[in-house]
């Protein structure tokens, strides 16, 4: 009978280096080992072939009748996931998540599911995204949300393959990717777990700038250098250009790419701000403060608008979303709002749905509404139900407030590095910014790398100084 791994280099489309086909040998030894909370760690920088090993390893696993589940951590991961693997893919909460209402108050809660998986591989792509940290939830982080709902069953025979880039920013306010370190996984979770690091560069058919950026600054992480190179000049893929030729070069790719596959990548709010009013008013010509046909990310979660049997689930921080057409503006409860109808770009089959918006959030330079700015939304509403007299009545009217719940969201032309982790674009301008010498830390170069990492096809370093380039 025909092993794992011969099968996995059967499935693999392309020579396999000499560390692939030694990762094909530790993925048959994953997939036949019977420990409990057996758990892979495959690691690799841009252009190593995880994408290529993922797709041949959910073929493989088909061959041998074993059940596989593709997750990632935000609607536009799991939508490139999906493309790259041929298989459908699912974010992360939308597996381990149901909505539920309370029957007594009517709040509406998620609560985790029951696994009803057996001897199935959940693979988790973009795993540097995951956040452990235990805000949004009542038990611990997403992570360990993730592992406790895999691993319910101690006899289930489920296993977790981690996929993620060590080089890429990890998560808001932490300073590394919980779901990548092999032995916080370990000594934290109680995992079994094993790990390979893929490090030839072959995502490469012909002469590539971006990957060779990439992979410079890779390196520069790697060895902790406090220096780096770019370059542009012996490649058709990356360009350099001042601000003053932005709109030059935007008009270039919105033409060639279209405005949904180009995006800008800014190291502030404020940045992106300004890069989203200019292009709506000398790119776009839209005169109106919104308008059908614009482009916005949301930028804090909402489980309000959606119908409780979505396929997104709820509209999370960091979905992205077309406007179909604009119905209303108000000002009310010290705000302004408008009435929306969307669609969610990264599900094309969903059905369009209609929300209310805070209008403020799009020009504001703050990540999304201040504590004061929703507090104030929030009395005025509570002085509006001052009419309802018990108390369980009245805060079940507030939690179902339109305006209480209105959708925060931003113009997404440009965005913050954060904010583009997960997605990808043809056409990838990396904004550098204010520069001020001395910044070349870890977290500097793990933004430039993870801008750069956004783009597939050409990429443009803006307000980069002479120094950096080679």
Not at 93 to 106: A, M, R, V, W, Y
Not at 238 to 245: A, N
Request: proline share 3%; net charge neutral; glycine share 6%.
């Amino acid at each position: 009978m025909i092993d794992a791994e011969e099968l996995l280099e059967r499935n693999f489309p392309f020579a396999p280096t000499p560390g692939q086909k030694t990762l094909f040998h530790q993925l048959d030894i994953f997939i036949n080992q019977k420990d409990q909370k057996s758990t892979f760690l495959l690691k690799g920088y841009a252009g190593t072939g995880k994408t290529t090993m993922v797709s041949a390893l959910v073929k493989t696993l088909k061959n041998f009748h074993i059940k596989s589940i593709l997750m990632a951590p935000t609607g536009r991961a799991a939508k490139v996931m999906s493309s790259y693997s041929k298989r459908k893919a699912f974010t992360i909460h939308k597996i381990l998540f149901k909505q539920t209402e309370d029957p007594n108050s009517g709040r509406l809660f998620f609560k985790r599911q029951r696994n009803y998986s057996r001897n199935t591989v959940f693979i988790v792509d973009e795993a540097s995204m995951i956040d452990n940290s235990s805000e949004s939830y009542k038990k611990g982080g997403l992570l360990e949300e993730l592992l406790a709902f895999i691993f319910e069953d101690p006899g289930a025979g489920n296993k977790l393959l981690l996929v993620g880039d060590t080089a890429q920013l990890p998560p808001v306010k932490q300073n590394i990717s919980a779901a990548l370190d092999f032995d916080a996984l370990i000594s934290d979770f109680l995992l079994c777990v094993n790990e390979f690091t893929l490090t030839e560069v072959v995502r490469q058919k012909e002469k590539s700038g971006i990957l060779e950026n990439a992979t410079g600054i890779r390196d520069c992480i790697a060895s902790n250098a406090q220096n780096i190179k770019l370059y542009t000049k012996a490649y058709h893929d990356t360009f350099r250009m001042t601000s003053q030729k932005m709109e030059d070069g935007l008009r270039y790719a919105y033409d060639k790419f279209g405005i949904e596959n180009t995006c800008i990548i800014c190291r502030s709010n404020k940045s992106a701000t300004y890069y989203n009013k200019f292009i709506r008013n000398q790119l776009l010509f839209q005169e109106d403060e919104i308008s059908a046909g614009d482009y916005l990310m949301v930028v804090r979660n909402n489980y309000f608008w959606l119908p409780l049997d979505a396929v997104a689930g709820f509209m999370a921080n960091g979905e992205f979303v077309e406007v179909m057409k604009v119905k209303n503006f108000e000002e009310i409860h010290g705000a302004r709002f408008a009435d929306l109808t969307l669609r969610l770009l990264d599900y094309p089959n969903e059905p369009h749905f209609d929300a209310k918006i805070y209008l403020d959030t799009l020009h504001s330079f703050s990540p999304n509404l201040t504590f004061e700015e929703s507090n104030q939304v929030y009395e005025k509403v509570l002085e509006s139900y001052a009419e309802i007299g018990e108390e369980k009545e009245k805060m079940k009217a507030i939690r179902n407030d339109p305006y209480i719940n209105a959708l925060q969201v931003k113009f997404s032309y440009a965005l913050t590095c954060h904010k583009s982790q997960g997605g990808q674009w043809d056409a990838v301008f990396v904004d550098l910014g204010y520069y001020k010498e001395g910044l070349l830390d870890l977290e500097f170069m793990r933004w430039i790398y993870t801008a750069i990492t956004r783009s597939t096809s050409e990429l443009f370093f803006v307000n980069f100084p002479n120094n950096f380039f080679s």
